[in-house]
């Protein structure tokens, strides 16, 4: 396994965040068939791509799909549906992805009670990656966060305030890889 702060390099490693309120406690819902076997992608349209390399090492390809054109985005403010898909190039354990999560939202002045509470809810969700896997965060309508592996739904979390605050791991002004949130919000230099 690689194994390098994995935000700062898995941002550097990629699953990741949007804010607003704390609804409800976060809480994987395995039991809707519909979403059991396809993502969401197919309504909405590309906004932004990057592919990250640390090091000369690829480490993930990532896209933000979204319902509207353009795309505005801010922690403090509901965005209109949208999906980030993360491509591996490289394994990783989810217990790094959810270190770096963490981590990521420290830097960003996010990581509150509510984060704790998250944080202690995905392992329930998120599996280990192998190098080619597929991890989407699709946020929609109502700021419901639903995770899909390899076109495989694997849980969701039921609160807005998760929605906003993950997003912005990649998306919000300060994240720790200016370029790629340039690129996947379309934004010019």
């Known amino acids: 396994m690689v194994r390098f702060t994995v935000f700062g390099k898995f941002i550097g490693l990629g699953v990741s965040a949007i804010l607003l309120s704390a609804a409800s406690f976060a809480s994987p819902s395995l039991n809707n068939t519909a979403q059991a076997t396809a993502t969401p992608l197919q309504q909405l349209q590309t906004h932004g791509r990057y592919h990250l390399t640390w090091f000369g090492l690829s480490i993930y390809d990532i896209t933000l799909w979204t319902s509207e054109q353009p795309f505005r985005f801010a922690v403090d403010q509901k965005p209109s549906p949208f999906a980030l898909e993360i491509r591996y190039k490289i394994d990783v354990d989810a217990d790094d992805?959810?270190?770096?999560?963490?981590?990521?939202?420290?830097e960003l002045a996010l990581l509150n009670d509510d984060a704790k509470r998250w944080l202690q809810q995905l392992p329930q969700i998120w599996p280990d990656i192998k190098e080619g896997d597929r991890l989407v965060m699709f946020v929609d309508e109502s700021l419901q966060t639903r995770f899909y592996h390899n076109d495989r739904f694997v849980g969701q979390i039921d609160d807005a305030a998760f929605a906003t605050r993950f997003s912005a791991i990649w998306l919000a002004e300060g994240a720790e890889y200016p370029d790629m949130r340039k690129a996947l919000l379309a934004l010019r230099s």
């Open 97 to 106: 992805l959810i270190e770096e999560t963490r981590d990521q939202w420290q």
